[in-house]
C-alpha cells in the first residue's frame, strides 16, 4: 500500500492483514474441547475405567485447581471469537461481543449467589412454569455453587478474547488513501 508522510515523501508499507475467521472459530473450539474435557474428566461426566478401579488406582482430578474455574474462563473466550468469527471480512474487531459475553457469565455466576438463586428461580419457574426451561434454569440458580474465582476467570476470559482479537486485527495504517 502506499502511503504519503507529512513531508510529501511516499514510501510502499505492507498492509497490516486480519487473521482469517476460521481462525477464530478454530481457537475458540479448542477452547470448548478444553472446558468439555475438565467436565468429562474431573467432573464426573465419564466414569472411571473399570480397569483402573480393578487395578487399584487412584485416578486424580486432571486439571487440578485450574479445573474448578477453567469452564468459567473459557466460555466467554470462546463464544466471543465464534461470535467474531460471524462478521463481515474487513469489520472492525467484535470487542463489544467479548464485553457482552463476559457480562452474560458474571451475571449467570451472580445468580447462583445464595442470596440471588432463590428468589430468581421462584420467579423463572412463575414466567416459565416448572417443567423445561424454567426448571433447568431453576435448578442452575439453586443447585450451582457461586465463587468468586468464576467472576475473575469469566472475566479474564472476556479480556483475553479481546486480546485475541486485537493480535488478530492489526490496525492499518491510518495515514493509508
Known amino acids: 500500500m502506499n502511503v504519503r508522510t507529512s513531508d ?8 497490516a492483514r486480519a487473521t482469517a475467521p476460521w481462525a477464530h472459530v478454530v ?4 477452547a470448548l474441547l478444553l472446558g468439555g474435557l475438565v467436565y468429562a474428566l474431573d467432573r464426573g ?4 475405567a473399570r480397569w483402573a478401579t480393578l487395578a ?9 485447581a485450574v479445573g474448578g474455574w477453567l469452564p468459567s474462563f473459557v466460555h466467554p473466550f470462546a463464544f466471543s471469537l465464534f461470535t467474531a ?8 474487531p467484535a470487542y463489544l461481543a467479548c464485553a457482552a459475553w463476559g457480562l452474560v457469565n458474571v451475571a449467570f455466576e451472580l445468580g447462583q449467589h445464595p442470596r440471588v438463586g432463590p428468589a430468581l428461580a421462584a420467579h ?8 423445561g426451561v424454567g426448571r433447568a434454569l431453576a435448578d442452575y440458580f439453586t443447585l450451582g455453587r457461586f465463587d468468586p474465582a ?5 472475566t479474564a476470559g472476556a479480556l483475553a478474547a479481546a486480546a485475541w482479537l486485537r ?4 490496525k492499518e495504517d491510518r495515514h493509508a488513501h
Do not use: K
Open 45 to 48: 461426566g465419564l466414569p472411571q
Open 8 to 15: 510529501g515523501i511516499r514510501c510502499i508499507a505492507p498492509r
Open 27 to 30: 481457537a475458540a473450539s479448542l
Open 124 to 131: 423463572l419457574q412463575a414466567a416459565f412454569g416448572p417443567t
Open 56 to 64: 487399584g488406582w487412584v485416578v486424580a482430578p486432571w486439571f487440578g
Open 150 to 154: 468464576d467472576l475473575a476467570a469469566a
Open 167 to 170: 493480535a488478530a486485527h492489526p
Open 85 to 92: 468469527a460471524l462478521r463481515a471480512p474487513g469489520a472492525r
